[in-house]
């Protein structure tokens, strides 16, 4: 029986906040491919291309026949407890601090058995389903579920720390101009944060939506302009430590690429907002978050940028857009580097055309804004890394894992001149 | 007409006056300001600290697809590039000063009397002349005791150079005219409202070795004083006599800005003033 | 049992069972606890190093040495030189290929010497790097050791064959009453069956007196021509029957049995003995639960019945069934590799009748056996050896 996750308290200003410390991170070269699989929250294990035996841990030949093709591929994630274990003492800090911790032996209907931590729902003898999701140290890690869903499962302990659940957590939407913004403040709200801040550039320029917006429960619009470096300062300065999740809308685009276009001005907007805006937020509200990952119910736990899925592979009609997001992207990935001590994911949930003015001539399928809020929100409570989210996010990026040459010549057929 | 009783009649006289005197050519204006284009040198710093913006300029759009009836730019650059104007705030000693911004400095001090003092012979034999107390006092002889309040411009003439030779950086830095600490401090004792150079900087190219460093930014600035830098056409003022406008633009906490600087002269016309 | 019948031991002996007497923490390096153990012994076979020909050596914390670095660092010139990186299955394994060597005339004399150091942060360190496996799938898990490794398989072993914890704190309180005669023991109070209950919990089912307690220490014992110990005048124990295995049953989806359980019945034949006329056990006792999966696969009781098995035998060293008679690496401290040679050191003293604490009465045969390498979730290496007074 999971014990439904209480509001915490309010913070005693007099006490040291806890600083994080993460769980193991060495790996193999071969045992890291498992965190590839759980940035998408996908169970995958090697496969024995010859005899068709399921390994585990990831080695580098069939432990059966000694063939060298193994695969990754989704495999069941069905098992069976064998046995339990509650660790009490640990020579790992981070275990340390957080025992009681239950492990067990579960063996997968897929073959090979595995250590793995426990849900608190989870008895041996009895079925399961084991997740592959990332841990403090953005390692994929095994964790077995009661086969169908218990209530508050996702309230217990072990499994928040692989989740990024917005429930009694504050969260700041960078940009409420936009019905993106807007859905995602609904959602937000919906999935029980306790404050959902919502940043607003230029309040004397009025948007659709700028009233229903202050009218959504527990939503709070504030200043903020991830162009002006000040109003970061100052925003960060008021709620910079309260800040558990930061989701990044803001975002300039508009159609042309490299020659078309007859100047640089555009250009300079979208790498002004889309990328420098994202190094910005990341100086004004990085560092307190990165303090606070592992400061309690409603610790530090997320860092959400929504990117074009052009960012692989560039979509000539929107080229300068793609390329200021592929800047955006590899920043990204150097955050993440920087966010992992603190224990806090960066989480990048990519689509293909959103469904807005911009892209109003282009043909579906496109991405609408409250899909674009229900699948950052499922992301988040899965705590996933990578996210393509809509059929043309799915599609491209399984192209672009197939040949990216192939992708790109495909993406970039224009019209004769 | 007068609009209420407190209007003064003389201030209107003057203003008329003035107005008058600039119609009929009496009084000019000189422009001190350098065009402010991408390719005008801006101060070079060690590559570890943060630069300063060069001047640039994007086309919105010009009559065209962009915009059909109208033609604008966007414009960057830094606080301090071009002609430009230094408020105390820029400098650590003056951080504390009240009024020491260029939106807080009150908007009747950016017009002012100004003394030029020529040091254009002494620049051209050596790159790195400083304007010495003996310079200042030797001045005072010839025309008056600096009065309190007044521009100080350092005449050398270097606004004529172009190209490298302007900011002339050799191995070891920045070779260009300035005053030395001693100069610095009897000019804050003279009580002045400012001082400016056709250089990139109040200080001399080679001023960080003075002691203190860049004596005319610590002490001005710390006296609550300005700074104006990039002038031209200095040798077209008069030593003393000439009234200077320098406003700079009003930036919310701003150090400094770009500007335009202009100075009122008597006429130099070939009619000799009339006896007054 | 093989077609090829195993080649007898004869000729070959066990000398000179040396232990260093263990200390919870030192300074000292695992080099320093080798030499040590190393010296002894070959002081008391009246051998200088540099005529020594033949050295063994197991130590988790020699790194970055190996056995080379070791030669030079010890000034040895051996024609015959190995590695045993097989823990606690490390004493038997280095006695089997030795005894090979000095039989086909390769080497005169073999020094096995197993020694660690223990810092505070040895054993931290050491298991973050343990194996490849550890590193990727278990580690990861918050076990920081074997503790929950091996909690895991008694949970598994007491819910699938009803053993009880009274039934694992009867072999703990035999072995600690077997310690309070031996010298070098780190545990030095008698232990009840209450206190072994109540202990203090690390890893539910396992608790504080099921783990053994990491020390610092060394052991070693040489083997030699059967003439040239005669010669030294050196009490000696001859060689039965030995056996090695290394990840038995790896399609067991949790670890119930070790490699003995494959190759039992070629260790008793070989020794022409059954199991009954053993007169003394000394098992791999990392976990008590391991000891009983001994007393299992090494064929004193069948398997899932050794909680039968213990609560029917008394298991002190003057017991119906002597066990771990120094007291185990339970009582006596695990120091490092030097827990897979203390069964072999102890079984040694005890057929030559030279044990330092309890004799066991008229010990003419002793098995022997070891365990070692949680790679990840079970147990690899397994070895036994049935040992003979000469």
New interface residues.
């Given amino acids: 029986m999971t014990l439904p996750l209480q509001p915490p308290p309010k913070k005693d200003p007099q006490k040291r906040t806890r600083v994080p410390v993460r769980p193991p991170a060495q790996r193999s070269r071969t045992g890291t491919y498992l965190c590839a699989f759980a940035a998408e929250g996908r169970f995958a294990l090697q496969v024995c291309e010859a005899c068709g035996a399921t390994q585990y841990p990831p080695r580098e030949a069939c432990a059966v026949c000694l063939s060298m093709a193994l695969t990754w591929r989704d495999v069941p994630a069905a098992g069976m407890v064998l046995a339990d274990t509650i660790v009490r003492t640990s020579t790992v800090v981070y275990f340390r601090e957080r025992t009681p911790w239950r492990i067990g032996t579960v063996q997968l209907s897929c073959g090979p058995s595995v250590m793995c931590h426990l849900h608190g729902d989870c008895e041996v003898g009895q079925p399961v389903r084991v997740i592959n999701r990332l841990d403090k140290s953005g390692h994929g890690v095994l964790m077995a579920l009661p086969q169908t869903d218990t209530a508050h499962m996702e309230d217990d302990e072990l499994l928040r720390e692989l989740t990024c659940d917005p429930k009694f957590r504050r969260v700041l939407i960078t940009n409420g101009r936009s019905a993106a913004g807007q859905a995602l403040a609904q959602a937000l709200s919906d999935a029980g944060a306790a404050i959902v801040f919502v940043g607003e550039a230029e309040s004397w320029r009025p948007y659709p939506g700028q009233d229903a917006l202050r009218q959504i429960p527990n939503v709070e619009v504030l200043p903020m302009d991830v162009t002006d470096t000040d109003s970061l300062t100052e925003l960060a300065g008021e709620i910079g430590g309260k800040v558990d999740i930061l989701i990044n809308t803001a975002r300039f685009v508009r159609p042309g690429g490299a020659m078309d276009r007859?100047?640089?001005?555009f250009a300079?907007d979208e790498m002004e907002v889309n990328y420098l805006g994202l190094m910005r937020l990341a100086q004004s509200f990085g560092p307190a978050m990165r303090a606070r990952g592992a400061d309690g119910v409603n610790s530090a736990t997320a860092w959400v940028n929504i990117l074009s899925v052009y960012a692989f592979s560039n979509l000539p009609e929107f080229g300068s857009f793609a390329a200021s997001n592929a800047a955006a992207l590899s920043l990204s990935q150097c955050l993440r580097a920087e966010m992992r001590p603190g224990g806090v994911r960066v989480m990048n949930v990519f689509t293909g055309p959103t469904e807005d003015d911009w892209h109003q001539p282009l043909p579906p399928p496109k991405v609408v804004p409250s899909a674009l809020a229900r699948g950052v929100v499922a992301a988040l409570r899965d705590g996933l890394e990578d996210v393509y989210l809509g059929d043309v996010a799915k599609d491209l990026i399984e192209r672009w894992r197939a040949s990216p040459k192939v992708l790109e010549r495909e993406l970039t057929e224009v019209e004769d001149m | 007409m007068s609009l209420d009783n407190v209007t003064s009649a003389a201030g209107q006289a003057s203003l008329s006056g003035l107005m008058m005197a600039m119609a009929t050519g009496d009084v000019e204006v000189v422009d001190l300001t350098h065009t402010l284009d991408p390719d005008f040198p801006v101060i070079i710093l060690p590559p570890e600290f943060g630069q300063c913006a060069r001047f640039r300029m994007?086309?919105?759009s010009a009559y065209?697809?962009?915009g059909p009836a109208w033609k604008w730019h966007?414009i960057s650059c830094c606080e301090h590039t071009g002609t430009h104007f230094d408020a105390p705030i820029h400098w650590v000693s003056g951080r504390d000063l009240p009024n020491n911004a260029v939106d807080t400095i009150p908007v009747e001090r950016l017009i002012a009397p100004v003394c030029v003092i020529d040091c254009s012979a002494g620049a051209a034999a050596n790159d790195d002349y400083e304007l010495s107390v003996d310079d200042i006092l030797a001045w005072e002889l010839k025309h008056e005791r600096i009065p309190s309040g007044c521009w100080v411009l350092m005449r050398t003439d270097w606004s004529k150079r172009r190209g490298a030779e302007y900011l002339n950086m050799r191995d070891d830095g920045a070779h260009s005219p300035g005053p030395n600490p001693a100069a610095v401090r009897l000019l804050v004792e003279r009580d002045i409202l400012g001082f400016g150079t056709e250089t990139v900087g109040t200080d001399a190219g080679q001023g960080f070795h003075f002691a203190p460093p860049n004596p005319a930014h610590f002490y001005f600035h710390g006296a609550g004083k300005y700074g104006l830098q990039c002038l031209s056409n200095v040798d077209q003022l008069p030593p003393t006599g000439a009234v200077l406008i320098a406003p700079p633009l009003k930036i919310k906490q701003g150090t400094g800005s770009p500007l335009r600087v202009m100075a009122m002269i008597p006429g130099r016309c070939a009619t000799p003033a009339a006896a007054s | 049992m093989n077609a090829t019948t195993r080649q007898a031991y004869d000729g070959v002996v066990i000398t000179t069972p040396v232990t260093v007497p263990y200390v919870r923490y030192s300074k000292e390096s695992a080099h320093w606890w080798i030499a040590s153990a190393l010296g002894e012994a070959l002081r008391q076979a009246g051998i200088r190093s540099r005529e020594l020909d033949g050295f063994s050596v197991s130590s988790f914390t020699l790194a970055p040495d190996t056995a080379v670095g070791l030669v030079q660092h010890l000034g040895l010139t051996p024609r015959w030189l190995d590695h045993i990186p097989m823990g606690g299955a490390s004493g038997v394994a280095a006695l089997r290929r030795a005894a090979r060597a000095v039989q086909a005339g390769d080497v005169d004399v073999v020094a096995c010497v197993a020694g660690d150091a223990n810092h505070v942060d040895s054993f931290r360190r050491m298991l973050s790097s343990f194996s490849r496996f550890a590193q990727d799938a278990s580690y990861p898990y918050g076990s920081g050791g074997p503790n929950a490794c091996f909690a895991l398989l008694t949970d598994h072993y007491m819910r699938k064959f009803n053993a009880t914890r009274e039934d694992f704190g009867r072999i703990c309180v035999a072995q600690r009453a077997n310690a309070l005669s031996f010298p070098h023991a780190i545990m030095k109070k008698p232990l009840s069956l209450e206190e072994y209950m109540a202990a203090r919990p690390i890893s539910d089912p396992i608790a504080l007196f099921d783990c053994v307690m990491p020390v610092a220490g060394a052991e070693a014992f040489l083997v030699m021509r059967e003439e040239s110990a005669r010669a030294a005048n050196l009490p000696a124990a001859r060689i039965l029957a030995t056996i090695e295995r290394h990840n038995a049953f790896p399609d067991d989806p949790i670890q119930m049995r070790g490699g003995w359980a494959m190759d039992v019945d070629e260790l008793y034949a070989m020794a022409a003995l059954s199991p009954a006329e053993v007169d003394f056990v000394e098992t791999y006792d990392d976990y008590p639960v391991i000891c009983m999966m001994q007393f299992e696969d090494l064929g004193f009781c069948a398997k899932g019945e050794a909680p039968e098995f213990v609560r029917s035998h008394t298991l002190d060293t003057h017991g119906s069934f002597p066990h771990n008679t120094s007291g185990g690496q339970l009582s006596a401290g695990q120091a490092g590799a030097a827990g897979g040679y203390l069964g072999l050191v102890e079984g040694v003293r005890q057929v030559t009748g030279h044990a330092l604490g309890a004799q066991v009465e008229d010990a003419r045969t002793g098995l022997v056996s070891g365990f070692g390498m949680i790679n990840f979730d079970r147990g690899l290496c397994s070895s036994a050896a049935i040992i003979a007074r000469s």
């Fill in positions: 007859e100047d640089i001005i300079r | 994007e086309e919105i065209d697809g962009r966007n």
